[in-house]
């Protein structure tokens, strides 16, 4: 048990030397890479180890003599989460999800520190001991938080309410230019030339102008001609896969986007900005289809230089979905939108 402990502790105390590290920018936040495509188990495994070194740690303190109170080992646990999700994920996490994921963490510390009468109470006695003040110590304490948790508090409000008159630093491009080409799975995409291989007629060659006559302008609620259902299973070619995308689509992204393609899903307003709302004309009405698939692809930290701030959460898809599968998502999209891509010509 205790050579285990000590192995624990060991882990514990290289997690905190690299985190250090990485929070000083002695250590690069990619020296240990995050890889794609299995970036939320290396995370999860990387958790488990830093668990498993806290424990240790915190057994060792405790065999020592040195035992660390329990409000400050649930403290410090959450501090290290919310550094570990700014300093350690690259690239970077927007805020809006760094929010998202402290706030499930300190649920889940509160879990922790409140599973037992005694642990609760041993977590909450520094706290007690504060208010009650019975101590000079505490009661110093206690003055100095009446006083400086309103100024915090108010000058936080005060800051984030107060008009900023200054201009943006750069001018945010929100549609930057895309590279000439992506490279995603592998294979190399010229922008300018690629096309969506899923808009066929019903020989099952490429047809944009047959693609075309079956999307739906969007009016009045309508979005379906009579003959043009791609929920039909019947139905063959181009609907059939307009079909496939939806699924996709429901599957993935409406979470975010909305049922309605509009950028009201419910986790929406958990973003800052909130997704991309399709059915606004200043969206994928106005950009091609590959520029779509470049976007989709790469996720928001595809973006260039020219594109920040913009802070998008949206997750490079090319690491869940395959080209094919990313190629019908976006024909299922012009398609519920009643919109046409652009072109180059």
């Known amino acids: 048990m205790k050579a285990l402990m000590s192995l ?21 936040s990619n020296t240990v890479r995050l890889v794609e495509g299995y970036m939320p188990m290396q995370m999860l495994f990387e958790f488990a180890c830093f668990v498993a070194g806290f424990a240790g740690l915190s057994y060792m303190m405790s065999a020592m003599g040195m035992a660390l109170p329990r409000f400050w080992q649930g403290i ?20 809006s999800v760094r929010a998202m994921y402290g706030t499930v963490s300190l649920v889940a510390v509160f879990m922790w520190v409140s599973a037992s009468e005694e642990d609760w109470k041993k977590f909450k006695q520094p706290i007690m001991n504060v208010l009650d003040a019975q101590t000079g110590m505490n009661r110093l304490l206690r003055y100095a938080y009446l006083v400086i948790l309103p100024i915090l508090i108010g000058g936080f409000s005060y800051n984030v309410m107060m008009p900023k008159s200054e201009e943006p630093i750069e001018l945010r491009t929100v549609h930057p230019a895309p590279p000439a080409s992506t490279k995603v799975h592998g294979k190399t995409y010229t922008l300018q030339t690629s096309q969506n291989p899923y808009r066929v007629n019903q ?37 059939k ?3 496939e995308g939806g699924e996709i689509f429901f599957q993935n992204c409406h ?45 928001g930290i595809g973006l260039p230089n020219e594109g920040f701030p913009w802070a998008s959460v949206m ?5 869940h979905l395959t080209v094919d599968e990313i190629w019908k998502v976006i024909l299922f999209e012009y398609w519920h939108t009643g919109y046409y891509p652009r072109t180059w010509d």
């Open 8 to 28: 624990g502790a060991l882990i514990g105390v290289a997690g905190l030397l690299l985190l250090g590290g990485m929070i000083f920018d002695v250590i690069p």
């Open 76 to 95: 410090g646990f959450w501090a290290f989460v919310l550094l570990y999700l700014k300093f350690r994920v690259y690239p970077p996490i927007p805020f």
């Open 203 to 239: 020989e099952g060659k490429y047809d944009q102008e047959y693609t075309n006559a079956n999307i739906v302008e969007q009016g009045m609620g309508r979005l379906m001609k009579p003959n043009a259902n791609p929920w039909d299973d019947k139905n063959q070619g181009y609907l």
């Open 241 to 243: 896969y307009v079909r």
């Open 255 to 299: 979470f975010c986007h909305g049922d309605n393609l509009n950028g009201r899903g419910l986790h929406a307003f958990a973003f800052n900005p909130i997704p991309a709302n399709f059915t606004d004309p200043g969206t994928i009405a106005q950009l091609q289809e590959t520029f779509i698939f470049w976007r989709v692809s790469k996720g």
């Open 315 to 319: 997750p490079p898809w090319e690491q």
